[in-house]
């Protein structure tokens, strides 16, 4: 599989005070592709995720070292402006995070942050998006509904939409459709899957399953080592490390 490197990770190694999170990971993940990080709980998976976009900053005890580069930009560069580089990230977390305002507001509230006030430039990109997650033509006439009275699935995708209404150039889930109904996880799914064409997705997923519908390419992370990680039909199918077929075979858990 040839594939365009879009997040390149050199000797990465996270410390929790004196617990040793992530053990020199070294990876390639692939632009245009969906990854999916598998493996054990506690194994360093939302680690892993949340060092992709500088939410791990040293602080209370947390050491990071090691290089993340984005699009060739180390983000762990001292130099580096945070927000910029998470402007480059869309994330949806377990649970949906909206926020404590309408449907509309929480998808302009990025581009407003960014300098966006044209008010029909506002309203085009809100739809659009919404649009994007499959949302708009459940909400339409509700725009400036309080963001909370959604289903969890519509929250998600409202998350989803206001993610990308900030430009990303990737899409971080943890765990995105846990919270969710299976029809809704299915809409999320299915999201994920259009929207590779445009963005690189990079998923932590516990469900085997859901690995297997939605990956290109898989990272199994074990006790915060990077076990192995490939083409998704070759790791899934044909797994050349004894623990990640120990893991697929449900031999650990």
């Given at each position: 599989m040839q594939f365009q490197s879009h997040i390149s990770i050199k000797d990465l190694n996270v410390y929790y005070g004196s617990q040793h999170a992530l053990k020199n990971i070294?990876?390639?993940?692939?632009?245009k592709n969906i990854t999916a990080i598998i493996g054990p709980s506690g194994c360093g998976k939302t680690t892993l995720l949340k060092s992709l976009n500088r939410l791990l900053e040293p602080l209370d005890g947390v050491k990071v070292t090691g290089k993340v580069c984005v699009g060739g930009e180390n983000i762990y560069d001292p130099k580096v402006e945070v927000t910029h580089v998470r402007k480059k990230m869309g994330l949806l977390s377990q649970k949906p995070q909206?926020?404590?305002?309408?449907?509309?507001?929480?998808?302009?509230?990025?581009?407003?942050?960014?300098g966006m006030k044209n008010k029909r430039k506002l309203s085009q990109t809100v739809e659009h998006y919404l649009?994007?997650?499959?949302?708009?033509?459940?909400?339409?006439?509700?725009l400036h509904y309080p963001a909370?009275?959604?289903?969890?699935?519509?929250?998600?995708?409202?998350?989803?939409?206001?993610?990308?209404?900030?430009?990303?150039?990737i899409i971080l889930g943890d765990e995105p459709t846990s919270a969710l109904d299976p029809q809704s996880s299915q809409n999320v799914e299915r999201r994920l899957i259009?929207?590779?064409?445009?963005?690189?997705?990079?998923?932590?997923?516990?469900i085997l399953r859901q690995a297997k519908r939605i990956a290109d390419y898989i990272v199994f992370l074990y006790l915060g080592e990077l076990v192995e990680c490939g083409p998704a039909e070759e790791v899934l199918s044909n797994p050349k490390n004894q623990r990640t077929k120990a893991y697929l075979t449900g031999e650990i858990s």
């Open positions: 070294t990876l390639e993940i692939p632009d909206v926020l404590p305002m309408s449907i509309f507001d929480n998808v302009a509230f990025g581009p407003r942050i960014h649009q994007v997650a499959s949302l708009w033509e459940e909400v339409k006439d509700r909370s009275r959604l289903s969890v699935g519509q929250q998600q995708r409202l998350c989803l939409a206001r993610g990308l209404a900030v430009g990303p150039e259009e929207l590779k064409s445009e963005y690189t997705v990079v998923v932590v997923t516990h």
